[in-house]
């Protein structure tokens, strides 16, 4: 098992976000699934693999809270380095898959492109949807795009996890309703496709 710290740390030190093989200039996607959330006013989202997305500066221009958790320091610094710092914003070096840290605030919408797909143990999977769930609020929405299961089996020299949304749905358990799901194939810098399950849930109020 590679040391996931060091291994990601060497993909965002040699290349810049464009040259990443997720790098996603139009985030349209994820915002189009955004659109099936009612929001009054300014949302807490937490992004468990932040990266360098161009997400974040979509969702910090909005004037959102944001708790940016990778398990990259060196992807958080230079995402820190292009949007600075501010009151909005909530910094967390951190292995989704562990217990998150008792300080960190209870969140609106949880939205993770790409991470829960390269967990491979089960307690590992485990352990990451535990977080999912005592992160966001009662009635909070939580988006999910991963590998499906017509995805490639690895990315970043990765094997990965790939999902359908039958088992997406079973992990989220009853305390979730599944809103909208879609199959989408991202087309990546090299032009190559990569089909996504896009999932939108509801936590259910007590």
Request: aromatic fraction near 10%; charge should be negative.
């Amino acid at each position: 098992m590679p040391n996931l710290n060091e291994h990601w740390n060497d993909i965002f030190s040699k290349k810049t976000s464009s040259e990443l093989g997720w790098y996603e200039k139009d985030v349209s996607q994820t915002l189009k699934f955004l659109e099936h959330i009612p929001l009054k006013e300014p949302a807490t989202v937490f992004l468990p693999g932040a990266g360098t997305s161009e997400l974040v500066d979509e969702l910090f221009a909005r004037g959102h809270h944001l708790i940016l958790n990778d398990i990259s320091d060196e992807a958080l610094h230079k995402l820190e380095n292009r949007i600075g710092t501010d009151k909005k914003l909530t910094w967390l070096h951190h292995d989704i898959s562990r217990p998150l840290p008792d300080d960190i605030i209870q969140a609106d919408i949880w939205i993770d492109r790409a991470v829960l797909h390269f967990l491979l143990e089960e307690t590992d999977i485990q352990g990451y949807f535990a977080n999912l769930r005592s992160a966001i609020t009662q009635g909070g929405y939580v988006l999910l795009a991963e590998f499906s299961t017509k995805g490639a089996p690895k990315c970043a020299g990765l094997e990965l996890h790939r999902y359908s949304i039958e088992e997406i749905t079973e992990r989220m358990g009853n305390e979730f309703e599944l809103i909208k799901h879609e199959d989408y194939t991202y087309i990546n810098p090299l032009g190559d496709p990569r089909p996504y399950i896009y999932a939108l849930y509801k936590k259910q109020n007590d």
